[in-house]
């Protein structure tokens, strides 16, 4: 059983005991956190898809923790015009595991 679940605008496959890297959120770790924009959920040959989300459906996942990913380099450069911007970035993130999913299917 799986579902997709959208989170913060950016979509995921979620299955029970998987490990979610997904944008921060701000919960403290071991805390329980619900997302119930689930689009669709797919248990054996039973396929259920939302109309953008499905009804009653929700994931139930528990905080493990945060981090902040590789740094990645911004670079901005205009010829000629002696013009040179660097810039460094690292995305936060939040690890969560799926411990359940329920829905109408």
Do not use: C
């Not at 496959?13 to 071991?30: F, M, P, Q, R, Y």
């Not at 493990?64 to 040179?84: C, F, L, N, P, T």
């Not at 936060?92 to 799926?98: A, E, F, I, N, T």
């Amino acid at each position: 059983m799986y579902a997709l679940v959208e989170i913060k605008g950016k979509q995921y496959k979620a299955e029970k005991g998987s490990v979610l890297k997904i944008d921060k959120i701000n919960n403290e770790e071991g805390e329980t956190v619900e997302f119930d924009n689930v689009l669709m959920i797919k248990n054996d040959d039973n396929v259920t898809i939302g109309s953008p989300y499905v009804k009653g459906a929700k994931i139930t996942a528990t905080l493990e923790g945060h981090g902040k990913d590789k740094k990645i380099i911004v670079y901005k450069y205009k010829k000629r015009k002696r013009y040179r911007k660097k810039q460094g970035h690292r995305q936060q993130y939040s690890l969560v595991k799926v411990e359940d999913i329920t829905g109408a299917s």
